[in-house]
Nanobody, 122 residues
Framework: QAQLVESGGGLVQAGGSLKLSCVAS????????MGWYRQAPGKERELVAS????????DYADSVKGRFTISRDNAKNTVYLQMNSLKPEDTAVYYC???????????????WGQGTLVTVSS
């Protein structure tokens, strides 16, 4: 079973920057995709950004395009989210997500981190 541990959340003023990190560990044979989701109070969880661990495919929510950048370090099973020009509406719990498998003979399963809180003050 894989585990995801996020770090880097905190309190920042509007216009500021934060960088989130997520490290995958445990029984991992390969990782297909890693990404970040967020959930604001009273709202549904939404995709922020995702990246293919083998190719160069990145996806971003329209609301963060041009401000957030997702990157990966395959050797470290780590994904980062650089968040610039933060807005109060970016306030949410940010969750790391990965599609991993434990061996060549098993299918991919979805794994979630515990979440890290990002608060942007106006």
């Amino acid at each position: 079973q894989a585990q995801l541990v996020e770090s880097g959340g905190g309190l920042v003023q509007a216009g500021g920057s934060l960088k989130l990190s997520c490290v995958a560990s445990g029984s991992i044979f390969s990782i297909a995709v890693m990404g970040w989701y967020r959930q604001a109070p009273g709202k549904e969880r939404e995709l922020v950004a995702s990246v293919s661990m083998r190719g160069m495919t990145n996806d971003y929510a329209d609301s963060v395009k041009g401000r957030f950048t997702i990157s990966r370090d395959n050797a470290k099973n780590t994904v980062y989210l650089q968040m610039n020009s933060l807005k109060p509406e970016d306030t949410a719990v940010y969750y790391c997500n990965a599609k991993t498998r434990g061996s060549l003979y098993t299918g991919y399963v979805e794994v979630w981190g515990q979440g890290t809180l990002v608060t942007v003050s106006s």
